[in-house]
């Protein structure tokens, strides 16, 4: 299994308040994703980067920042939390920025009340 | 832009037996990769299967295999031999190999719920 950890596994916050996700690979791969699921609609991709401090945005990018200090760590920020961001998140890493599969973390429970 | 459609929402299938899952696309590109993902309840997301756009002959996994017919733009996985362990959500994925923004880039479908009866 590739070596992903994401933290919290369960998050549970209020409306309004910043949340912070964090993605750690010890893989050494450049590329790092962050996804949303949600039910009826699949994987989303929110950001992903493509090296340290490289950074682009996916398809639902909206309400979401992230940033990428060192290799091993990918964050993705919630500023201010609505309901609408309930979801579970997933990360996930891949060694080139294609014709590689992507491999993914056990995913993040969002729920924001 | 590109979209993957899986048609199937909920399936089942009897242990052992066989059962084929589908799942088209819409793409305008040449180069691009197509994968099979399984999320069993414990929520990961595990690579099942991939198929390169370029290649004619259909993948095999052990007891997974596709079906790739790209002038239709179609892409079912079969699984054969169907055990307990099978029973997951499964998602079929595209992602562009041409140069540009969304290269590399998951897209995925709804997904199929497969349930595997004893």
């Known amino acids: 299994d590739a070596g992903i950890t994401q933290s919290p596994r369960h998050k549970v916050t209020e409306t309004g308040t910043p949340v912070t996700l964090r993605c750690h690979q010890t893989?050494?791969?450049?590329?790092m994703y962050w996804y949303r699921q949600d039910p009826g609609h699949g994987l989303r991709l929110i950001h992903y980067?493509?090296?340290?401090?490289?950074?682009d945005k996916g398809e639902v990018s909206d309400g979401y920042s992230v940033s990428r200090s060192k290799t091993e760590d990918f964050l993705l920020t919630l500023e201010s939390a609505t309901s609408s961001q309930t979801s579970v998140y997933f990360c996930?890493?891949?060694?080139?920025?294609?014709?590689?599969?992507?491999?993914f973390g056990d995913g993040t429970r969002l729920s924001i009340l | 832009a590109q979209t993957v459609t899986q048609s199937q929402p909920e399936m089942s299938v009897q242990e052992a037996e066989t059962v084929t899952l589908s799942c088209t696309y819409d793409?305008?590109?040449?180069?691009?990769?197509l994968f099979w993902y399984k999320q069993p309840p414990s929520r990961q997301m595990i690579l099942v299967i991939r198929?390169?756009?370029?290649?004619?002959q259909n993948a095999t996994e052990n007891r997974f295999s596709v079906n790739f017919q790209k002038a239709a733009k179609s892409f079912s996985l079969k699984i054969s031999d169907s055990q307990l362990g099978d029973t997951a959500m499964y998602f079929c994925?595209?992602?562009?190999?041409?140069?540009?923004?969304?290269?590399?880039?998951?897209?995925f479908g709804k997904g199929t719920k497969l349930s595997v009866k004893p």
């Open positions: 793409t305008s590109e040449s180069n691009y990769y």
């Open positions: 893989e050494n791969h450049r590329y």
């Open positions: 980067s493509y090296g340290v401090k490289d950074t």
């Open positions: 994925a595209f992602m562009s190999l041409n140069y540009g923004g969304s290269q590399g880039n998951l897209i």
């Open positions: 996930a890493i891949s060694e080139q920025r294609s014709n590689q599969p992507q491999h």
């Open positions: 198929q390169e756009a370029y290649k004619q």
